[in-house]
């Protein structure tokens, strides 16, 4: 029995050779489209937001932490915001400084608290004076025991920064679509720290936030763009 | 009495003549669109992953981990799984055991011969063999694609390429769709393809069992690959609790392809033993029985026996991710070792159903090459059952530091040492074969001989490993991501391709190109070190595996790592553009035995028949009799029924004669 | 079957057929010649040259011990692989079919050698004997060889002094907390030289494993329990802790340095830290040798809490609703 229905004698006829390359070449087509769509899939990532000097030789950084996002593909998601350098909250947890600058660093965070599973990260450290401002008032440490606890942290552990964020109350109505304005509870820190040298330096916040996983560090706190990305530091 | 040996006195099981006037074939199984095929496969899974989509919306959509999270993982379960059963009922797999367990008899399908029966269930050997090699490459290709992205990754230390939540993605996928590959890449192709020819039976003992393994295997293929749709999964193949539990919905898609490609890997286990076993034709002692088929049957003990405890893992793992239950989270009662524990105990002999294979190709094929018996049959025999039973006894070699109880180490530590002592015995028998013989460097040899130069490596590295002290040092690094490279790509793959390019003429009847295979073979070996000889070195100098950044002063190694490894992934399409060419574009016809080897299976015409041999053969000899010219031949292939009708084991020359006796039923005993 | 070279005229070509007993250990001779020239060569070349510097280096008593192993073991490895490749090359050159030659005699000295197989066997078998005896002996003699132990180690130091340090890793750093200096958690592992340290490794997440690559110590941390691991630091200098584990997105980016100072520098150390973190170090929870993280909030609500939503039954003894943080 012969393998295919092929004319028997093994020449090729003219028509059928040119219609074996047209498919192989089809097949062939068809894979690498969808390998080229495969990589540019896996290739997206959160957007790069500039930050440079001002006039002034130091650089202002403004993030906001939401409690649930509330749109896109994970709306029940915590998430970070960045706030660029014309005013718009842009998605992303990555973004660029200058290197051996000054860069002070506003936080917004919309979210609750709670009592951290490892009180070591209620430490404010690695910033000027290791201290950070609350709502105007300086603090060392955040006991997360008492009162709103402490909601999210804006941690770089390869230069030891790591600060604390207080949370809101969590009876009160909290903003539950980002990008959040100051007409929902909110709590601002202030911190100051110099850049290091040109690098990429990953930061992430450490509070197991990730609601509906297990230890609560999947979903958000596992995914580029939500809780967890890149300082960029730029020669 | 002429014996009637027209073809159409064979029937396969099922459809024996009962004597009643033959029914007409109804209809809807005449038409080629009807019966079922892969579209019907294709469209049977997306409709049932819908059902059970929906139907996990229905169940879970309220819990509270669902809505938290906004990731339902019963759905994904219910969906993956119930699109596993649309698959194999769309293709068919179903409808006999239906049929049988409501009483009614398939009428026959009518026979098939056009290029469409490789898209159906069949039960014939040789196209099931067909399917598995498509399966395999297919396996190997989207896994190797992944690979050239994780060394474009590791190409800067610091560089993102892919985020490092895509990254780990990326690597989960390749290590988990290669090692799918792997546990099937020789038995699946070349042992449905080889085995009944090489041990002169007409069908597998169980054929519908191996289509549907075959199947089934495809569908972990699309399940596996639809992790990435789902988030992929950040554990690597290893799957490691409680970072599993706490995964996206990828890992669902793990679990669940898991359990698929492991069921696959019981049936077809099961199957080739029961083959091999009971259809050997009459005259094939355990002494005469090729050397492939040996390595067969040790995988088939480990393919059975040890992959039950992964289903069984799986299905924990799912329902710690799905019904919240403990099993592998310690705050609640499991225990994350549970895990390791189970998942080890099948993962070790797993890696020697990959390895185990690779070796009866390399001591199948060298005699050919070399013109010489094979040295030592008895002890490479003996050697892989060996390994295969001590496989079972070493698997927490892989968990030396996680905190098992110490006194398991030095236990453990001397069974791992004491398995490569049969592991030797593939040395000492194909370096004896190769004593004084006459060595051809034909293509299929320059794989063998490079499998062998790979596996030295690879195991001896394998004892560094072993070594607790060493171990602690070189555990979860790229040394051991070199290691087992360097025995699966290395061993197994090689031996792969070596078993492809010596059995490609018979399977094909087409003649692959000389150079074009060389050149295959020459880039594949010289890339190959390239890329993971420098891995060894990296892993020593404090490289954790799975990173996704490492220390700047390791860039060096892991660029040539990288640019071997491009020019690795190139070397492919000397292969792809070989074969396509000889089989499709440009074919030319292979004699009969190109090699001229003594094996059964070389002894039938090329294109092999549907039902392998005129006659069911009378085995007089083992296939390594070279440079004996007195000797006996293997087989004597136009023999009288008396012979033929004797049970399988027993040696009748007494009856070679003229004399026709018996009841002219030439169907192998089935029993 | 009857044996080809006894049966009828033979009919194999004179000349290889009558294999003499000296041509057969010709080959042999020039054999073991080259492997034993390419050994003598080879493996002190190694031993000495590369041997001091192989990884993980002498820092400490279990990295020196794991470099020893090691040279060991290369310096046997050594000559099976060249006695291999040796073997191989000469076969090649010898016996390739395009050099012509004889064709090759089947029968039973073609298909077995019964002294060559027992030789392999046994030689083998020893050498891999050996190998598991010493290694055993390896991971016995420095207090299991820095490998994580359990919670119930075995293979315990001679040392009477013992520092105790708890590494506690979490999705995705690792913390340092120091029983005998009140219990402070830092991000920074500084250890005194020439005292034996026990490193109590623990997780409060998912699987992680700590890796001190210059201290040749590598010990899982699992959640929920304790992973006991010794190494006597002998020289000073700075070196790298990496995860090992795969943990979840940042695992590559999961590591820090550390540093072996003198005793006196490591006491002043310690007291200077736990000065500067007393504060914290009064919140957090009393030390112990594992912590089971409170499911309100820390498992991320993935299990339902048996508690009350508002119950202050928590780990840290607070009285907060559970948030989305």
Redesign the interface.
């Known amino acids: 029995m012969v393998v295919s229905g092929r004319s028997g004698n093994g020449g090729l006829t003219m028509a059928s050779s040119a219609w074996k390359v047209t498919v192989t070449v089809i097949v062939f087509a068809v894979m690498a489209v969808g390998a080229v769509i495969l990589v540019i899939n896996l290739l997206g990532s959160p957007p790069t937001v500039n930050f440079t000097a001002d006039n002034s030789g130091q650089v202002n950084v403004t993030l906001q932490a939401v409690g649930s996002y509330g749109s896109g593909d994970h709306p029940t998601w915590v998430s970070y915001l960045v706030k660029s350098s014309d005013g718009q909250w842009v998605h992303t947890t990555v973004f660029q400084v200058p290197q051996h600058v000054r860069i002070n660093v506003t936080i917004y965070n919309y979210d609750s608290g709670s009592p951290l599973r490892n009180q070591q990260i209620g430490q404010v450290s690695g910033t000027n004076g290791n201290v950070a401002l609350l709502n105007g008032k300086a603090f060392r440490v955040i006991n997360s025991n008492n009162g709103n606890g402490v909601g999210h942290t804006f941690s770089i552990p390869s230069i030891g920064l790591n600060v604390p964020l207080y949370g809101n109350n969590g009876n009160a109505n909290l903003c539950a679509a980002a990008p959040c304005t100051f007409s929902s509870p909110h709590q601002i820190e202030k911190f100051s720290f110099t850049s290091p040298g040109s690098g990429s330096y990953r930061w992430q916040c450490f509070v197991p936030c990730g609601l509906g996983y297990l230890f609560g560090n999947g979903g958000p706190m596992s995914t580029l763009g939500y809780m967890g990305g890149f300082m960029q530091v730029e020669a | 009495m002429a014996i009637d040996t027209s073809v159409s006195q064979f029937e396969f099981p099922g459809e024996e003549d009962t004597g009643t006037p033959q029914r007409s074939i109804p209809a809807w199984r005449r038409s080629g669109w009807l019966r079922p095929h892969i579209l019907w496969a294709m469209a049977g899974a997306v409709v049932a992953y819908l059902i059970g989509h929906w139907l996990g919306n229905v169940i879970a959509s309220g819990y509270t981990q669902v809505q938290g999270s906004g990731q339902n993982d019963v759905a994904i379960v219910l969906g993956l799984s119930f699109g596993v059963v649309g698959w194999m009922t769309g293709i068919g797999a179903l409808n006999y055991p239906l049929a049988k367990i409501l009483g009614y008899e398939l009428s026959p399908a009518p026979p098939e011969t056009s290029w469409v029966r490789y898209f159906r269930l069949t039960d014939d050997h040789k196209v099931v063999g067909w399917q598995y090699a498509v399966g395999v490459l297919l396996f190997l290709f989207t896994g190797g694609f992944l690979a050239m992205m994780i060394r474009t990754q590791l190409l800067s230390p610091t560089g993102h390429t892919f985020g490092p939540g895509t990254y780990i993605e990326i690597v989960s996928e390749h290590g988990t769709i290669m090692m799918m590959m792997a546990s099937s890449a020789v038995i699946g192709p070349l042992g449905n393809w080889l085995i009944p020819l090489m041990i002169g039976s007409r069908r597998m003992a169980y054929p519908r069992v191996e289509a549907f393994s075959f199947w089934i295997f495809m569908s972990g293929y699309l399940v596996i690959v639809s992790a990435l749709f789902f988030g992929g999964f950040p554990t690597g193949w290893t799957g490691y609790a409680p970072l599993q539990t706490q995964a996206s919905g990828g890992m669902d898609a793990y679990l669940v392809g898991f359990f698929a490609i492991g069921i696959g890997m019981i049936l077809a286990g099961f199957n080739l033993a029961a083959t091999i076993i009971n259809y050997r034709a009459p005259g094939m002692s355990w002494g005469r029985v090729p050397i492939f088929v040996w390595g067969v049957l040790a995988t088939t003990a480990l393919l059975t026996l040890a992959t039950p405890t992964l289903l069984v893992a799986c299905l924990a793992g799912i329902l710690d991710r799905t019904a919240e239950t403990a099993f592998f989270v310690n705050e609640h009662g499991g225990s994350s070792f549970l895990w390791q524990n189970l998942f080890w105990f099948f993962g070790h002999p797993e890696v020697y159903i990959m390895a185990l294979p690779g070796f009866g190709i390399v001591m199948e094929i060298l005699p050919v090459f070399t013109r010489k018996p094979l040295f030592a049959y008895k002890v490479a025999a003996a050697g892989m059952l060996g390994v295969a039973l001590l496989s079972f006894f070493v698997w927490q070699h892989h968990i030396f530091q996680s905190g098992i109880n110490p006194d398991m180490r030095p236990l453990f530590m001397l069974t791992t040492e004491l398995i490569s002592i049969p592991t030797g015995f593939l040395f000492l028998v194909t370096l004896g074969t190769l004593w004084k013989a006459k060595i051809r460097f034909d293509t299929p040899m320059l794989f063998c001989l490079g499998m062998l130069f790979n596996f030295l490596i690879g195991g001896v590295t394998g004892v560094f490993l072993s070594d607790v002290p060493v171990n602690v040092t070189v555990h979860g690094s790229f040394f051991v991501l070199a290691h087992f490279h360097y025995t699966i790509m290395g061993g197994l793959i090689f031996a792969m391709f070596a078993g492809f390019y010596y059995w490609f003429p018979k399977i094909t009847g087409k003649t692959l190109n000389r150079k074009l295979s060389k050149w295959h073979f020459w880039t594949f070996f010289i890339f190959f070190n390239g890329t993971f000889f420098p891995l060894f070195l990296v892993g020593l100098l404090g490289q954790p595996r799975r990173v996704f950044m490492y220390a700047p002063n390791l860039q060096t190694l892991n660029d040539i790592s990288s640019i071997s490894a491009y020019c690795l992934g190139a070397s492919f399409f000397f292969f792809i553009i070989n074969f396509v060419w000889s089989i499709y574009l440009n074919p030319h016809p292979a004699p009969s035995n190109p090699w001229n080897s003594l094996g059964l299976e070389w002894q039938t015409p090329t294109p092999v028949p549907w039902f392998n041999f005129e006659h069911i053969p009378v085995i007089l000899n083992d296939p390594y009799h070279y440079g004996e010219p007195d000797a006996a031949p293997v087989a004597d292939l136009g023999l009288t029924l008396a012979a033929v009708g004797a049970p399988a084991g027993s040696v009748d020359h007494q009856d070679l004669g003229t004399g026709v006796e018996g009841d002219g039923d030439p169907r192998p005993p089935i029993l | 079957?009857?044996d080809?070279q006894t049966?009828?005229p033979a009919?194999?070509p004179a000349g290889?057929e009558t294999t003499t007993h000296g041509d057969e250990t010709h080959h042999w001779w020039r054999l073991i010649a080259i492997w034993v020239v390419l050994c003598a060569i080879g493996d002190p070349l190694f031993y000495f040259l590369a041997g001091p510097h192989?990884?993980?280096g002498t820092m400490t008593n279990?990295a020196q011990?794991?470099q020893f192993?090691?040279n060991v073991?290369f310096v046997i490895?050594l000559p099976?692989?060249l006695g291999?490749?040796i073997?191989?090359i000469y076969?090649?050159v010898m016996?390739?079919?395009s050099r012509g030659?004889p064709?090759?005699?089947?029968?039973p000295d073609?298909?077995?050698?019964l002294g060559?197989?027992v030789g392999?066997?046994v030689t083998?078998?020893v050498i891999?004997?050996f190998?598991?005896g010493f290694?055993?002996y390896?991971?016995?003699q420095p207090g299991?060889?820095?490998?994580?132990?359990?919670?119930?180690?075995?293979?315990t130091p001679t040392s009477k002094t013992v520092l105790p340090i708890q590494v506690?890793g979490?999705?995705?750093?690792f913390?340092y907390r120091y029983p005998t200096f009140g219990g402070f958690?830092?991000?920074e592992l500084v250890i005194p030289d020439n005292t034996t340290i026990q490193f109590n490794v623990t997780s409060?997440?998912?699987?992680h494993?700590f890796?001190a690559?210059q201290l040749?110590?590598?010990?899982?941390a699992?959640?929920?329990?304790n992973?006991v691991a010794y190494t006597t630091p002998q020289q000073l200098g700075t070196f790298?802790v990496?995860?090992?584990?795969?943990?979840?997105?940042?695992?590559?980016?999961m590591y820090?340095s550390g540093a072996v100072v003198t005793p006196q520098q490591f006491e002043a150390w310690a007291k200077l830290t736990a000065i500067r973190?007393r504060?914290?170090t009064k919140?957090?929870?009393a030390y112990a040798l594992t912590y089971?993280?409170?499911?309100?909030?820390?498992?991320?609500?993935?299990?339902?809490d048996n508690v009350d939503k508002y119950s202050g039954v928590?780990?840290?003894?607070?009285s907060?609703?559970?948030?989305?943080?």
């Not at chain 3, 073609?110 to 050698?113: I, S």
């Not at chain 3, 299991?144 to 293979?155: F, L, V």
């Not at chain 3, 040749?216 to 899982?220: E, Q």
């Not at chain 3, 089971?292 to 339902?304: F, V």
């Open positions: 079957m009857s080809p049966s009828g009919a194999t290889p192989i990884p993980p279990t011990g794991a192993d090691f073991l490895a099976v692989l291999v490749w073997y191989m076969v090649f016996w390739r079919a030659g064709e090759p005699v089947g029968g073609a298909r077995g050698h060559i197989q392999w066997i083998t078998s891999v004997l190998l598991a290694g055993t390896e991971l016995v299991g060889a820095g490998g994580g132990e359990g919670s119930n180690p075995i293979w506690i979490q999705q995705w750093k913390t958690e830092t991000n409060l997440d998912v699987i494993s890796w690559y040749g110590v590598k010990a899982d699992n959640p929920d329990y992973n790298i990496r995860c090992s584990e795969l943990c979840g997105i940042w695992h590559g980016a820090n973190l504060q914290n919140l957090l929870p089971t993280p409170d499911a309100n909030g820390a498992d991320g609500g993935y299990y339902p928590e780990q840290y003894g607070a907060q609703p559970k948030g989305g943080g």
